[in-house]
């Protein structure tokens, strides 16, 4: 028999609220994300869908370059959807680190701790049911595909270590077949849809939000 005060502990947190931020790569994603973060900071957790990439130990590095990293099932979302529920009852998770400059996950964890307002982004945070009906509020960004492949092969190269033939390669066998099929089809599945990262009406309208149930918190 589950005692009183145990039921109470177990149910999810009806104030927390979570955010889900999708678009296509180098859209402005987490541009937005962090413009909500550096806003709120402690105040806000923020999660990347990014992170839980399947472990490959033991695929060799070239096969791991050959991964379609932009298909669903690259990702181990049954993890990021039994971590926000952890959350929404109040209780940290050890999220996963991946390292892009290897193709793997690494063996470090980062702590992500319950609050008010959860913010998970990724390409396809809004492609998958059980995420859609976590989510109190979706939005998806969006940006002109040249402008996207520039920015991400300007990342990649700064950030990642990519070269760029290996970045073209990737955007034409994986990326941009993987955008259409299923990533572009979740703007309609969005609350919000805005043009940029950068779109400040769309920041102050989700800044409101956040600021109304912190207040809310407060009292």
């Given at each position: 028999m589950i005692d009183?005060?145990?039921a109470v502990e177990s149910r999810p947190d009806p104030k927390c609220i979570i955010i889900g931020v999708a678009g296509g790569t180098g859209s402005g994603k987490s541009t937005f994300t962090n413009r909500i973060k550096k806003e709120?900071?402690?105040?806000?957790?923020?999660?990347?869908?990014?992170?839980?990439y399947r472990r490959q130990d033991g695929v060799p590095f070239e096969e791991r370059t050959r991964v379609n990293y932009d298909h669903p099932d690259s990702l181990e979302t049954d993890l990021l959807v039994r971590h926000l529920r952890e959350l929404k009852h109040g209780r940290p998770v050890q999220c996963p680190v991946y390292d892009y400059t290897v193709h793997n996950r690494s063996d470090k964890t980062t702590a992500a701790l319950p609050n008010k307002v959860i913010l998970v982004e990724g390409i396809l945070v809004l492609q998958d049911e059980r995420l859609r009906d976590m989510m109190d509020i979706k939005i998806y960004v969006e940006a002109d595909a040249d402008e996207r492949i520039l920015r991400r092969a300007l990342r990649d190269m700064e950030e990642r270590g990519r070269d760029l033939r290996g970045i073209i390669d990737q955007y034409l066998t994986t990326v941009k077949p993987m955008h259409y099929l299923y990533v572009e089809p979740t703007r309609a599945k969005a609350d919000i849809v805005i043009n940029s990262g950068r779109n400040d009406v769309a920041f102050?309208?989700?800044?409101?939000?956040?600021?109304?149930?912190?207040s809310e918190e407060d009292d």
């Open positions: 009183e005060v145990t709120f900071g402690d105040r806000v957790t923020v999660i990347y869908h990014d992170n839980y102050d309208m989700v800044r409101a939000k956040i600021l109304q149930l912190l």
